[in-house]
């Protein structure tokens, strides 16, 4: 890490206070951005946005809102420009499917995961583009799935949620190259986070026991064989937000510990 990589870079980060919304964020910080968290958990959001300030005094802006609504995304991006006069990188970390069996998905579970993940980005990406593409600069970063290139047990609504994630950086990659505006994706495997452990922890003694055989399954995907890290993925976002990352657009970076391999 280096806190020249980003010196005088702004970066937007939504479903900034996830845990890996976060660790992209504070990956960020400690690299010289000054960063603006996006996210509509109010009570999370203030914690951590507290945290990082005190990290990156001076560098650090939290915005609430509901990002699948065109709207606040709109006013995420005003409240970036307004604060920081400009927006370099935007990180489209919002997301978090249902991750169920197919057939156990209700209409509200379906739209909850397609609001989340696509519909968050796109709005973002929207608002975002018009500001980058006046300074003739930006590093759009879309985090999306391995599982959408792997197939993964329970995924597939989550999939169609995220395929749109990886397939819409493509387009725009091609569309806005000639602005100074690179479009990627990092796409994580299994990642673990110390709060998906203490739900996993807190549960009852069958929700523990599916989910053991569901990351047993997963392991057997992962040549590696174990989970990878937010600062892995992190790792990698910052790497393709970065002016080091010019000539790479339009691509999936994937962190997945060798689950897919072309």
Request: proline share 3%; aromatic share 6%.
């Amino acid at each position: 890490m280096t806190a020249e990589r980003f010196a005088d870079r702004v970066a937007l980060v939504t479903g900034g206070a996830s845990p890996i919304g976060f660790g992209i964020a504070s990956r960020l910080a400690a690299d010289g951005a000054a960063v603006v968290l996006g996210d509509f958990d109010r009570e999370r959001l203030q914690l951590l946005g507290a945290k990082l300030e005190a990290e990156a005094p001076g560098r650090v802006h939290t915005v609430l809102g509901d990002l699948s609504r065109r709207e606040d995304a709109a006013a995420l991006v005003d409240a970036t420009t307004g604060r920081f006069g400009r927006l370099d990188v935007l990180v489209n970390c919002a997301g978090g499917g249902v991750i169920r069996p197919t057939p156990d998905h209700t209409e509200e579970t379906l739209r909850a995961t397609v609001d989340r993940n696509l519909w968050t980005t796109l709005n973002c990406t929207l608002e975002a583009l018009p500001v980058m593409s006046a300074a003739g600069y930006g590093r759009i970063v879309n985090v999306g799935a391995e599982s959408v290139r792997n197939g993964l047990f329970r995924h597939a609504i989550y999939n169609a949620a995220k395929g749109g994630v990886h397939a819409v950086a493509t387009g725009l990659a091609r569309e806005y190259a000639e602005h100074g505006i690179t479009v990627n994706v990092v796409a994580p495997a299994w990642i673990t986070t110390p709060e998906a452990e203490a739900r996993i922890a807190a549960s009852s003694e069958a929700e523990r026991a599916d989910w053991a055989a569901f990351t047993d399954q997963i392991r057997s995907t992962i040549p590696m064989k174990r989970p990878g890290t937010v600062a892995e993925v992190a790792a990698a976002v910052a790497f393709v937000a970065s002016e080091e990352a010019s000539y790479i657009t339009g691509q999936t970076i994937s962190v997945n510990g060798g689950s897919s391999m072309l």
